[in-house]
Nanobody, 127 residues
Framework: QLQLVESGGGLVQSGGSLRLSCTAS????????IGWFRQAPGKEREGVSC????????NYADSVKGRFTIARDNTKNTVYLQMNSLKPEDTAVYYC????????????????????WGQGTQVTVSS
């Protein structure tokens, strides 16, 4: 069964840090670009960060630039999202998603077209 599983969410105070993990089972992430998305109550899903299958290309939403870092370890079939200087407005359910790509440097913050999605992990930042 092809599956993405997120972990690492939780409750943190404003200014704190969390590291989210996205681990694949049933397939290898080597051929996939990965995106992190989030959705807060009453808001539309937002692309947060993405990374190409090679790891050589990354992109971030303006709202998280300089605070979040995406990285991947293909030997562990896992992609990480390091979140620093968290703010209450970062509170949301965070999802990872995978899109198969023949381009080593392709990645996108647009959710349409992603092949697989995880179930999400809750991140709550208190003020």
């Amino acid at each position: 069964q092809l599956q993405l599983v997120e972990s690492g969410g939780g409750l943190v105070q404003s200014g704190g840090s969390l590291r989210l993990s996205c681990t694949a089972s049933g397939f290898t992430l080597d051929y996939y670009a990965i995106g992190w998305f989030r959705q807060a109550p009453g808001k539309e899903r937002e692309g947060v960060s993405c990374i190409s299958r090679s790891g050589g290309s990354t992109n971030y939403a303006d709202s998280v630039k300089g605070r979040f870092t995406i990285a991947r370890d293909n030997t562990k079939n896992t992609v990480y999202l390091q979140m620093n200087s968290l703010k209450p407005e970062d509170t949301a359910v965070y999802y990872c998603a995978a899109v198969r790509s023949g381009n080593y440097y392709y990645s996108t913050l647009e959710g349409i077209g992603y092949d697989y999605w995880g179930q999400g992990t809750q991140v709550t930042v208190s003020s």
